[in-house]
């Protein structure tokens, strides 16, 4: 199950330029993304809770996405 629906994906690989999309080229990408946007989110965590807050900020997100260097 996954948690990005389909059709914003869809909207981003037209974005980048593709005329027609298959949805299972649609549900590749939404495996990608999310396993990708976990990993980030699990280093934002712990970001968030070394600076002693619960509360994850965009510079947790930012900051986590520089360290996985992805």
């Known amino acids: 199950m996954t948690i990005i629906p389909f059709a914003p994906i ?4 037209r974005n980048a330029g593709a005329q027609r999309v298959s949805e299972s080229a649609g549900m590749a990408l939404t495996d990608i993304l999310e396993e990708y946007g ?3 989110a699990r280093e934002a965590i712990k970001l968030a809770e070394h600076a002693g807050r619960k509360t ?4 947790d997100i930012k900051l986590a996405k520089n360290m996985l260097g992805k």
């Open 38 to 40: 976990l990993e980030i």
């Open 10 to 13: 869809e909207r981003v690989i």
């Open 56 to 59: 994850v900020k965009a510079e």
